[in-house]
């Protein structure tokens, strides 16, 4: 059975109720296994943000490039013209 670990790390952070059941099971009364699996959690859902900020500014810059080349393109049109 193949797990999404993108959606399963999402639904903990929306859902604290969950996260603290998940944490009860897998460590039981460990208090420093607790902390180091919040601070992965919390470590997780950080890079999954920053992913996300990266993905959108790849598409920024992508709009970006086509419009650059665009203008590269209307600059040839122009300049054939005038010759």
Request: proline content about 2%; charged content about 30%; overall charge negative.
């Amino acid at each position: 059975m193949a797990i999404d670990v993108s959606a399963l790390v999402q639904r903990l952070q929306e859902a604290p109720e969950e996260r603290a059941a998940l944490r009860q099971v897998l460590l039981g009364d460990e208090p420093d296994l607790t902390v180091a699996l919040t601070a992965l959690t919390d470590r997780v859902g950080a890079l999954a943000a920053a992913q996300e900020r990266t993905e959108q500014r790849l598409e920024a810059l992508a709009a970006a490039q086509e419009r650059t080349e665009q203008r590269v393109e209307a600059l040839a049109v122009a300049q054939e013209r005038t010759q």
